[in-house]
């Protein structure tokens, strides 16, 4: 293999190139105006166009990836470390490549935001307009969506590019716009988020008092199991519990009552029940995910289309 | 004696799966009759559409908040199918995304199923909506939906998290029927607690072999039934041998040294181990060395060219 070894320690293509260079503009406005041509191409392209051309990037792509998995990884490696032979050479430039490849998928999704944020003002503005039922609430979704873009942008600007000294960390030295961001992230929606969120502990409390309601061998089996794991928590049940379980035994750990402490029939539950049938699913959705993967790589995957 | 190390075989299993899969998907092309057997909560799609088209309200499909992957394209592929149902009965469907990748393909996908069934007139380009791609603003968002259109069946398919039972339980409270399936198993507990149909773990991915009966699909989906075969042997075999092999004692006992190296190093060198245990531990198995790997020190020790110093070529530096 030695023959390979300048071909192996030759430079990869450059994926990246210096900050804020008349290089990396010149790429970045290329692949910009190439990539809006593909997407608008294939936007207007019949879908029996588009279909080899979306085949044949997902398989490209899922190739790197199995590439990735399969090839020999290098071992101890450093930056500044030249391959030893051409199976080196391969798994450098993979584990180099890996995260630019990485990278472009959040340029796609950077794209496909712009296709949601238009989704969501279609949606709102046709009801607006035509006055539809409920329009007052897609007036208040706009308005919210427009200051949170201005107060959130005014505020990234002020923070990334007229802070050097880093004096707006100190609260005193907030402008209007700071002030206003604030206040609409975390003095309104962390606020709603956490409110959404709390409101799930009633929702738990509805759906357990219908799913515990002993109607079945099932349910009653659920029921009891949850009330161990319940009272498993309790300490003012456990405790006297497992007192009176000592008391019995005399504290002999050999002794065959200690299975019967709340928190070791709870323990036995969790390790012998619970852990191998999550993991007996876990294999389960596993195995499905692999097999979709591999039909949507080779192209097997019909989808809904079909 | 010399330390079995076998790191190829992770990889060697997994295209065994993998061959599984393709093999059977070859075979079943020309098979018409593969045998699935009955899941409820795939029946209850057509029950559910019929209940939505007599009370003249809507069905609303959720495919969770994951991105575009393998689990939100199954969702679709099954909300492909519900709304072909819909479209035959003109039942209004609503398709709520959280994440811009998914709406996009969700919005081709239901696009084309009215196209292919002739009906694209009653397609509505507000049937399918990004809602929020924060967490609890989409669960906000679907939420109010569900209440203000009062949904008659709700699908809940994909990857969900802490929303999950916002949306079981609002569209329980409007009286809607609904099939959920999550492959989250956090969830699936609670979806099974607060839905009608649940569709648990690995019936998920089979619900497009289920719904189309397609030999590419059946096949696939025997080709995961012999993985699980070969799982659930490779378990058997596991437990036995580990179980066996706890009970032996141990030669060798494995020792971690700097750097993520290990060793097997005799066990009279290590008296503290010995004193503890003369047995073999879990990671001095056969069945965990098999699927963990040792990488020794001398592994670790590589020597290789350096890349040539460009600053000191260049006659830079202090």
Same mark, same amino acid.
């Given at each position: 293999?030695?023959?390979?070894?300048?071909?192996?320690?030759?430079?990869?293509?450059?994926?990246?190139?210096?900050?804020?260079?008349p290089?990396?503009?010149?790429?970045?406005?290329?692949?910009?105006?190439?990539?809006?041509?593909?997407?608008?191409?294939l936007?207007?392209?019949?879908? #029996?166009? $588009?279909?080899?051309?979306?085949?044949?990037g997902?398989?490209?792509?899922?190739?790197?990836y199995?590439? %990735?998995?399969?090839?020999?990884?290098?071992?101890? =490696?450093?930056? +500044?470390?030249?391959? $030893?032979?051409?199976?080196?050479?391969?798994?450098?430039?993979?584990?180099?490549?890996?995260?630019?490849?990485?990278?472009?998928?959040?340029?796609? @999704?950077?794209f496909? %935001?712009?296709?949601?944020?238009?989704?969501?003002?279609?949606?709102?503005?046709?009801? %607006?307009?035509?006055?539809?039922?409920?329009?007052?609430?897609?007036?208040?979704?706009?308005?919210?969506?427009?200051?949170?873009?201005?107060?959130?942008?005014?505020d990234?600007?002020?923070?990334?590019?007229?802070?050097?000294?880093?004096?707006?960390?100190?609260?005193?030295?907030?402008?209007?716009?700071?002030?206003?961001?604030d206040?609409?992230? /975390?003095?309104?929606?962390?606020?709603?988020?956490?409110?959404?969120?709390?409101?799930?502990?009633?929702?738990?409390?509805?759906?357990?008092?219908?799913?515990?309601?002993?109607?079945?061998v099932?349910?009653?089996?659920?029921?009891? !199991?949850? %009330?161990?794991?319940?009272? !498993?928590?309790m300490?003012?049940?456990?405790?006297?519990?497992?007192?009176?379980?000592?008391?019995?035994?005399?504290?002999?750990?050999?002794?065959?009552?200690?299975?019967?402490?709340?928190?070791?029939?709870k323990?036995?539950?969790?390790?012998?029940? &619970?852990?191998?049938?999550?993991?007996?699913?876990?294999?389960?959705?596993?195995?499905?995910?692999?097999?979709?993967?591999? =039909?949507?790589?080779?192209?097997?995957?019909?989808?809904?289309?079909? | 004696?010399?330390?079995?190390?076998?790191?190829?075989?992770?990889?060697?299993v997994?295209?065994?799966?993998?061959g599984?899969?393709?093999?059977?998907?070859?075979?079943?092309?020309?098979?018409?009759?593969?045998?699935?057997? $009955?899941?409820?909560?795939?029946? @209850?799609?057509?029950?559910?559409?019929?209940?939505?088209?007599?009370?003249?309200?809507?069905?609303?499909?959720?495919?969770?908040?994951g991105?575009?992957?393998?689990?939100?394209?199954?969702?679709?592929?099954?909300?492909?199918?519900?709304?072909?149902?819909?479209?035959?009965?003109?039942?209004?469907?609503?398709?709520?995304?959280?994440?811009?990748?998914?709406?996009?393909?969700? &919005?081709?996908?239901?696009?084309?199923?009215?196209?292919?069934?002739?009906?694209?007139?009653?397609?509505?380009a507000?049937?399918?909506?990004?809602?929020?791609?924060?967490?609890?603003?989409?669960?906000?968002?679907?939420?109010?939906?569900?209440?203000?259109?009062?949904?008659?069946?709700?699908?809940?398919?994909?990857?969900?998290?802490?929303? *999950?039972?916002?949306?079981?339980?609002?569209?329980?409270?409007?009286?809607?029927?609904?099939?959920?399936?999550?492959?989250t198993?956090?969830?699936?507990?609670?979806?099974?607690?607060?839905? /009608?149909?649940?569709?648990i773990?690995?019936?998920?991915?089979?619900?497009?072999?289920?719904?189309?009966?397609?030999?590419?699909?059946?096949? *696939?989906?025997?080709?995961? /039934?012999?993985?699980k075969?070969?799982?659930?042997?490779?378990?058997?075999?596991?437990?036995?041998?580990?179980?066996?092999?706890?009970?032996?004692?141990?030669?060798?006992? =494995?020792?971690?040294?700097?750097?993520?190296a290990?060793?097997?190093?005799?066990?009279?060198?290590?008296?503290?181990?010995?004193?503890?245990?003369?047995?073999?531990?879990?990671?001095?198995?056969t069945?965990?060395?098999?699927?963990?790997?040792?990488? *020794?020190?001398?592994?670790? +020790?590589?020597?290789r +060219? #350096?890349?040539?110093?460009?600053e000191?070529?260049?006659?830079?530096?202090?």
């Amino acid at each position: 293999m030695n023959f390979l070894l300048p071909l192996a320690q030759a430079e990869p293509p450059a994926f990246s190139q210096p900050h804020n260079s008349p290089q990396l503009w010149t790429a970045i406005i290329i692949t910009f105006l190439v990539s809006f041509a593909v997407l608008i191409a294939l936007l207007f392209a019949p879908t #029996k166009a $588009r279909r080899p051309v979306i085949w044949t990037g997902t398989f490209l792509s899922g190739a790197f990836y199995v590439l %990735l998995f399969l090839w020999p990884k290098p071992i101890n =490696r450093a930056d +500044d470390d030249l391959p $030893r032979n051409a199976v080196e050479g391969v798994s450098f430039w993979i584990s180099d490549f890996q995260p630019t490849f990485a990278a472009s998928t959040n340029v796609i @999704a950077a794209f496909l %935001l712009g296709l949601g944020i238009y989704s969501v003002l279609r949606v709102h503005i046709t009801r %607006l307009l035509k006055r539809q039922k409920d329009w007052v609430f897609s007036v208040v979704l706009l308005t919210a969506m427009v200051t949170m873009v201005v107060f959130g942008y005014i505020d990234y600007v002020q923070r990334e590019f007229h802070d050097k000294e880093g004096k707006l960390v100190e609260m005193v030295n907030w402008g209007p716009a700071n002030y206003g961001f604030d206040l609409l992230f /975390d003095g309104l929606l962390q606020q709603m988020d956490a409110a959404m969120f709390s409101m799930i502990a009633f929702f738990i409390l509805s759906a357990a008092f219908r799913a515990f309601r002993v109607r079945s061998v099932e349910a009653t089996v659920l029921m009891g !199991s949850a %009330l161990i794991m319940i009272l !498993s928590l309790m300490g003012a049940i456990d405790v006297p519990w497992s007192n009176m379980v000592d008391g019995i035994t005399g504290k002999d750990p050999s002794h065959f009552l200690n299975n019967m402490k709340i928190s070791e029939v709870k323990g036995w539950f969790q390790s012998t029940l &619970q852990v191998p049938s999550l993991r007996a699913l876990e294999f389960g959705v596993g195995l499905g995910a692999l097999a979709m993967g591999l =039909r949507i790589w080779l192209g097997l995957e019909k989808g809904g289309v079909s | 004696m010399q330390y079995l190390d076998t790191g190829w075989i992770s990889v060697f299993v997994t295209l065994l799966l993998a061959g599984f899969v393709l093999f059977n998907i070859s075979r079943a092309k020309g098979e018409k009759s593969l045998f699935i057997r $009955r899941i409820p909560g795939l029946n @209850a799609l057509d029950d559910a559409i019929g209940r939505a088209t007599e009370m003249g309200r809507p069905v609303i499909m959720v495919p969770g908040l994951g991105g575009l992957s393998a689990v939100s394209v199954q969702a679709l592929n099954v909300f492909g199918h519900v709304t072909r149902k819909a479209a035959q009965f003109s039942t209004p469907i609503r398709l709520c995304c959280a994440d811009a990748a998914v709406y996009t393909v969700a &919005q081709e996908i239901i696009k084309d199923v009215y196209q292919s069934q002739g009906m694209l007139d009653r397609y509505d380009a507000n049937s399918v909506q990004f809602v929020s791609d924060r967490q609890f603003a989409f669960a906000a968002g679907v939420s109010g939906m569900i209440l203000r259109e009062k949904a008659a069946a709700t699908f809940l398919l994909g990857e969900f998290f802490a929303e *999950s039972l916002i949306f079981a339980e609002t569209a329980n409270s409007v009286g809607a029927i609904q099939v959920a399936g999550s492959t989250t198993q956090t969830q699936t507990p609670f979806f099974i607690a607060a839905c /009608d149909y649940v569709l648990i773990g690995d019936e998920f991915y089979a619900a497009s072999a289920y719904l189309r009966r397609e030999p590419v699909l059946v096949g *696939s989906l025997v080709g995961q /039934d012999w993985g699980k075969a070969l799982v659930i042997f490779i378990v058997l075999i596991g437990a036995l041998l580990g179980s066996f092999e706890r009970t032996q004692p141990a030669d060798l006992v =494995r020792v971690r040294k700097d750097g993520g190296a290990a060793a097997m190093e005799p066990i009279s060198q290590h008296e503290d181990r010995a004193k503890r245990t003369s047995k073999k531990l879990v990671d001095e198995t056969t069945m965990f060395r098999l699927f963990n790997p040792m990488v *020794s020190e001398e592994m670790l +020790d590589i020597k290789r +060219d #350096k890349k040539p110093n460009e600053e000191a070529a260049a006659g830079g530096g202090e």
